[in-house]
Each structure stands twice: as C-alpha cells, then as structure tokens.
C-alpha cells in the first residue's frame, strides 16, 4: 500500500513531489554516479515538471525517459516529447540525457507497424540503467496509469511481458501509444503517483480495495514489490 502525502494547493503538491524526486535522483547518483528517471506526460505533471527542473541536482548524470508516449510526431501538440523537452529539460536540467521512444513515426500505423515500433524502442531502451530509479505516475479516471489502459488492444500483453516496454491501442482516448509495462514498473526502485480533484480520488480510493485489471492502477496500487507513494492534492 502507498505512503500518503496529502497536500492543499497543486502548487504546493508539485514542490513537494519535486524535492522527493529530486532527494531520491541525489540517493541514486552519490552511489552508482547515474540515476534513471521516468516521467509521465498531459497537463497535470507540469507544474511538478517545471519545480523538478529548478532542484539542484547534477543533472548530466540523470537519464530521462517517459513512462508512456502518444504515437505522434514529436513535434506534435499531444506528445509527450514535445512536454517534456518544454517543461523539464531547460536549464541545469538540459544537461540530463533524454531518450525518448522514438524519433519519427512510420506513415501508417496498423498493429504491424506498431509491433515494429515497439521493438525498436525495446532495442533502444535495452542499454539504460535499468531499473528505474523513480518514475511518477498519473492517473485516469477510467483507472489506467502510463498508458496501461483497461480493456485495449495491447493492455493484456503489456500487463504480462517482461519487456520493458509495449504497444497499446485506448478504446477511449486519441492516438496509439507506447508505455512501459507493467514488469518494469514494478522493478523501479520508488513509485510516485500523482493526483488531484475528489473524482480522481474517488478512482483512488476504489483502487485501494484489491488488485483488479480493470483498474491498472490497483496494479501498482495493491503490491509490495515496488515502494510507491500516493501524492494526493485537493
């Protein structure tokens, strides 16, 4: 179960994540000299994006990565690239090392192209400093988290490999995506997940209840292999 960090204002909420985050990048590097981080994209992290950019850290020694990404180009408004080049890696933090998923997209995306995708950035992402240090998760209402959404194509799969990473197709939402899988969110050394607003906490507070895949949340919310920590605003 998550350690509960309450907080009244989305300001204060995204300083305190980011001084957490930025403790455990420190605790990573002193021994190793590097620490992997993932990042979660939309609107909501980018308060907590812009405080994390401000820590002092040494950012040349922290690798970035995100922990799931529209398939669109990288330019495009919905991709979560684009945010987090904006709002994370600007000035000590530019130093840090960012390996997206990919570069450019292939001209069509049926499920072949996207199971070609998924393993060039498997093979892309199979170098780093695994496992992940801290990654910091948001949450739908739907119950997904990354973009393990419940019931899509691809879900299943992504719930079950070893790989580090997999395709999914939302029944719901725009856009084919990449995301890290379940396995590898449960090897990170510290989960943090992010949420405001009483629907949210409502999904929370149901997640709570048990394990269900219906609600990939509970996933991570009902385990005990990775420490995980609920940062929960007003």
């Not at 001084?19 to 455990?24: C, H, K, L, P, S």
């Not at 405001?196 to 209840?209: C, H, I, T």
Request: proline letters at 8%; charged letters at 15%.
């Amino acid at each position: 179960m998550p350690v509960e960090h309450r907080l009244d204002t989305e300001a204060a909420l995204a300083e305190a994540l980011a001084r957490d985050v930025a403790a455990r990048l420190r605790a990573a590097i002193d021994p190793r000299g590097r620490a992997l981080l993932a990042v979660s994209g939309g609107r909501s992290p980018i308060p907590f994006l812009q405080a994390l950019r401000r820590a002092p850290l040494n950012w040349a020694a922290v690798t970035v990565i995100l922990v799931d990404e529209r398939c669109v180009p990288p330019t495009h408004a919905d991709s979560n690239t684009a945010l987090v080049r904006q709002h994370l890696l600007q000035g000590d933090a530019a130093a840090a090392r960012f390996v997206p998923f990919f570069d450019a997209l292939p001209s069509a995306l049926d499920d072949a192209a996207l199971r070609a995708l998924q393993q060039q950035a498997e093979a892309r992402l199979a170098n780093l400093p695994w496992p992940v240090d801290v990654a910091v998760l948001g949450m739908g209402l739907d119950g997904h988290t990354a973009s393990l959404f419940p019931g899509a194509p691809g879900t299943a799969l992504a719930l079950t490999t070893a790989a580090h990473c997999a395709w999914v197709r939302p029944l719901d939402a725009n856009h084919a995506r990449l995301t890290l899988t379940l396995a590898t969110l449960l090897q990170a050394h510290h989960l943090a997940l992010q949420l405001s607003g009483p629907a949210k906490q409502a999904v929370y507070a149901r997640a709570l209840q048990g394990a269900d895949p219906q609600l990939p949340i509970s996933l991570l919310l009902c385990q005990d292999a990775a420490p995980m920590a609920a940062w929960i605003g007003a």
